[in-house]
């Protein structure tokens, strides 16, 4: 490992203790969008500590956080998974990105509760509590598929069956486990095979991609040529790209294009 990612990691797993402790829960647009006194905290800290560690380059967090361009950038959801998080679901992760001109670099993704700290620096391979991983070889028909039905915009959860529907009768079987980041670490370490997630921002999935892309895996964002930092895109991966591009194929045919209102 490098200095930095060192670093980043020392600087990730520091906040356990604010994850472990009380904290008090709030509402940000519905009951669906949750925000806890943690997630701020966790935030903040790393902020400050991040931007010690490479003050050349900016901050982008999912609970508001931000400083001017850069070419560096670091993308932080601090708490992936806070529906998960209140219900004591032990489901949940700190994911730290980091990006050079829009390309993911640097990924650390964190659950406190399991102690999974998997990480990955773009040309050094994957890890997960440093042992390298890889994803699996299974074809679709073996595969194991994530998904979700867009919390935030119910409106899209039928497109979201439709795909299951079609997915599920050709691979072997389907997960929700309500973090992202978590997720897409699952495909890198060979556990699951198959994801698709309707409506994503940049900070759910700027760890995880580098993380299975260094693990041997393939990610894509559809209908988004380049990061859009303030909005939301649709993301498929997979272990191979033969099985991402069936993949793709079925979301095509149900979402050829940005739903109306997708923002």
């Known amino acids: 490992m490098s200095d930095l990612l060192n670093h980043v990691i020392k600087a ?6 604010i994850m472990l402790s009380p904290y008090s829960v709030m509402e940000k647009s519905g009951v669906s969008n949750l925000v806890t006194s943690a997630d701020k905290a966790v935030e903040e800290k790393l902020k400050t500590e991040l931007l010690k560690i490479l003050p050349d380059a900016c ?3 999912e609970e508001g956080s931000r400083t001017d361009d850069k070419t560096y950038r670091f993308v932080v959801d601090p708490i992936d998974g806070t529906a998960n998080f209140v219900r004591n679901l032990n ?4 994911s730290v990105g980091l990006l050079k001109d829009g390309v993911s670099v640097l990924g650390v993704v964190y659950n406190p509760f399991t102690n999974e700290l998997y990480y990955a620096e773009k040309g050094k391979g994957a890890f997960l509590n440093g042992q390298e991983i890889k994803v699996s070889n299974r074809d679709f028909a073996h595969s194991l598929y994530y998904t979700a039905l867009c919390i935030y915009k119910k409106e899209l959860a039928e497109n979201c069956l439709n795909i299951l529907r079609d997915v ?3 691979c072997d079987d389907f997960r929700r486990e309500g973090s992202a980041a978590l997720e897409l670490c699952r495909l890198a370490s060979g556990k699951a095979e198959l994801y698709f997630e309707i409506r994503i921002f940049p900070w759910d999935s700027a760890a995880a991609e580098v993380i299975l892309t260094e693990a041997g895996g393939v990610f894509k964002r559809l209908y988004a040529e380049n990061i859009d930092m303030a ?9 191979s790209t033969g099985n991402l591009k069936k993949l ?3 979301v095509i045919k149900e979402v050829p294009r940005l739903p109306k209102d997708y923002n």
């Open 59 to 61: 901050f982008l967090g």
């Open 12 to 17: 990730v797993v520091d906040c356990r203790e």
């Open 91 to 94: 489901c949940s992760a700190i």
């Open 168 to 170: 599920y009768k050709q």
């Open 248 to 250: 793709e194929e079925i």
């Open 231 to 239: 909005a939301p895109f649709p993301i498929i991966a997979a272990n």
